[in-house]
């Protein structure tokens, strides 16, 4: 992990030096304020790799990626590619050159290796890391854009451009998250999970894992229509969304239910998230199309790992089914309830 940290921050370096450079040559005194922005942000990413690395250093972030050697082979052939296409003489370029060094520079930062990387390491940071990035990318389109012609080609390229990095995000959020909430899906889970329990075993840190169903779902879906099932989907979701920790991973399950990741969570903490998701959606303000309030409520339960450090890794059915044994003592209780979580660690 270690290495492919370094490597995202080398090549953030090489941008930030690359664009400081035109910055401090560029005649056009708009253009190397733009330079000057953009060299500022690509400081702030270095600080967003290196922070991670700091955390993978203290042992507070796990070895997130399977294939290491391949991943690393990726990044060191993207380096060197934008090693490359970097002129020697940056300072002795003209306004064009610089532009086209610029757009060169973000061809090879839209990589969807690097979004991959941001929604692995800080799932609950990740839409911001992408919102920092694309006003970044947005700030050199503008420029471009301002720069030539509307018709020009290099406009053209500079919408292409942006339009790579928009269709590159769409596709992982295609792949990770649920259509209808918008919040992760099971594909999400089964990746975070595995990756959070090898890290809970190999640091001795606690691991909460909840399950979470919304109360005779099947009875409102019936009698109220699939459309207005799936409205309650949603306003559920984002309740969830409102009761965990911003460091928790929502996940939408299945049908009607729901997964939560909650790292760092001592079994006293988890609980009472489970009593405040419980309680959350029970003050949802839900109406019908006659504008009568309907009721919903949820049962949830959960387990938390507490294993010393370097132990073997809790599988993820075990994880699971120690939450869903959890989660079925609320509902045998009456519903609308949480469950005790089930701690799972040597006696």
Not at 46 to 68: I, K, Q
Not at 180 to 195: E, P
Request: glycine share 6%.
């Amino acid at each position: 992990m270690r290495e492919i940290l370094e490597l995202c921050i080398e090549m953030d370096l090489l941008a930030q030096r690359a664009y400081g450079v035109m910055a401090a040559h560029c005649d056009n005194k708009e253009l190397a304020k733009t330079f000057s922005k953009m060299s500022a942000e690509e400081g702030t990413h270095v600080s967003w790799w290196n922070d991670l690395l700091g955390a993978w250093e203290r042992g507070l972030l796990p070895d997130l990626v399977n294939d290491t050697d391949a991943l690393i082979d990726r990044l060191t052939g993207l380096r060197a590619e934008l090693e490359d296409i970097l002129p020697e003489a940056l300072a002795d370029l003209t306004d064009h050159e610089m532009l086209a060094t610029a757009a060169r520079i973000e061809f090879f930062m839209i990589d969807p290796i690097f979004g991959e990387l941001i929604d692995l390491t800080e799932p609950a940071r990740a839409d911001r890391r992408h919102e920092a990035y694309s006003a970044h990318l947005q700030r050199l389109i503008v420029a471009i854009e301002h720069h030539y012609e509307e018709q020009s080609l290099a406009a053209f390229l500079a919408g292409i451009l942006n339009r790579t990095w928009r269709d590159n995000l769409a596709l992982a959020i295609y792949a990770t998250r649920d259509p209808l909430t918008g919040i992760h899906n099971r594909r999400a889970l089964d990746t975070h999970l595995r990756q959070w329990s090898a890290w809970s075993a190999r640091y001795g840190r606690p691991l909460g894992v909840a399950l979470v169903d919304i109360d005779l779902f099947k009875n409102l879906n019936d009698a109220r229509g699939h459309t207005f099932g799936d409205k309650a989907l949603c306003a559920v979701a984002d309740a969830l969304k409102s009761a965990v920790r911003s460091s928790d991973m929502l996940v939408r399950y299945g049908g009607d239910e729901f997964a939560i990741i909650a790292p760092e969570a001592e079994p006293g903490e988890f609980a009472a998230l489970l009593r405040r998701m419980v309680e959350t959606v029970r003050m949802i303000d839900l109406k019908d199309a006659e504008g009568r309030r309907v009721p919903l409520s949820i049962s949830a339960g959960g387990a938390v790992a507490v294993d010393p450090p370097a132990s073997l890794p809790r599988s993820l059915d075990r994880l699971l089914a120690a939450a869903d044994q959890s989660l079925y003592a609320a509902k045998q209780a009456g519903r609308d309830r949480a469950g005790e979580p089930i701690i799972l660690g040597a006696p």
